[in-house]
């Protein structure tokens, strides 16, 4: 009976013991595989932002400045936002910023507040000595950043035209708890980028991703290895309620020409979707919510539409 006991714990020592090598395998061939892929596939510009590295893409040459701010978690806003911004810089100057956490830019330990978002927005495109007033696109949580951005620098925004954005109540209706820092070491341990080698269907958006380029997707791919559940990802995403509450029952200033281009699925799924939105409007004729048919990432499937909304309510304002 000892014996067998004996056997059996070695066995159980030996299990660990593998496990632990094949995660230390991981977590090394993910860092280093990291490190290669995002020098061969860097897109944009570097610039500097308190001691850390943050990545911005500049297309167009038009008058004005469209500022594409991305969604909590996007893995490469850059990428993410591409075929729009083609779209787009045909008639405006078009900027995309990857927050710290985000595609190419490097993970930091600041606070993850409507008040460091914003200044981080404000310095990079002061960075690239690009002047405002902006127009703000917000996708999703953006939102929320895009409305304090507007009503603490108001001059230096000439209008939001929103993705599917998040506005600021959307939470007296429905709170996330908490996202654990200890899963950080999926990252960390480099897990993600392993289950997408054993299921690569799972990381297949080819059918939704219909205005991407198979590189693209590939980046796109690629970068949801690096930034899953990074920790600045997992700092925004507990600062959600935090953000949004300090914006409780906020409307946007009744000179700020505001486009809200909402998901039919977001609408049709969250009957308070589209109410919170027109809530937040004071003035009629230049503030409209339109909606298009497709899911939360509109752009994914609607880069065509949305430009041609953005350009004739740019337009008209």
Do not use: C
Not at 90 to 119: C, H, M, P, Q
Request: no cysteine.
């Amino acid at each position: 009976m000892k014996k067998s006991i004996r056997i059996i714990g070695k066995i159980i020592l030996w299990f660990f013991v593998i496990i632990v090598v094949l995660l230390i395998i991981s977590a090394l061939a993910h860092k280093i595989l990291t490190s290669m892929e995002k020098d061969k596939y860097k897109i944009g510009k570097t610039i500097d932002i308190n001691g850390k590295h943050m990545q911005a893409y500049v297309t167009g040459q038009g008058d004005k400045t469209i500022v594409l701010l991305s969604g909590l978690g996007t893995a490469s806003p850059i990428t993410d936002f591409m075929p729009l911004a083609d779209r787009l810089s045909a008639d405006y100057k078009v900027v995309i910023l990857e927050y710290f956490g985000y595609g190419f830019s490097d993970t930091t330990n600041a606070e993850r507040s409507n008040e460091y978002i914003v200044n981080e927005i404000r310095t990079a495109l002061n960075q690239l000595e690009i002047k405002g007033p902006y127009i703000l696109m917000p996708h999703s949580i953006s939102g929320v950043y895009s409305l304090y951005f507007a009503m603490k620098y108001p001059d230096e925004v000439e209008a939001i035209i929103g993705i599917d954005e998040s506005v600021p109540n959307q939470t007296k209706f429905s709170k996330d708890p908490d996202m654990s820092h200890s899963l950080t070491l999926l990252n960390t341990f480099g897990i993600i980028r392993d289950v997408s080698y054993l299921l690569p269907d799972a990381w297949d958006s080819k059918s939704e991703n219909n205005n991407y380029t198979q590189e693209q997707i590939k980046l796109k791919k690629m970068a949801t290895a690096w930034n899953s559940l990074n920790k600045s990802v997992i700092n925004e995403f507990n600062m959600v309620n935090k953000n949004t509450e300090e914006l409780y029952d906020v409307k946007y200033p009744d000179n700020l020409p505001v486009l809200a281009i909402l998901a039919k699925e977001s609408v049709d799924t969250d009957n308070y979707w589209l109410p919170l939105h027109q809530q937040l409007i004071t003035n009629p004729s230049i503030q409209k919510v339109e909606t298009l048919a497709g899911g939360h990432y509109l752009h994914w499937t609607n880069a065509d539409k949305i430009a041609e909304l953005a350009k004739e309510f740019i337009s008209a304002n």
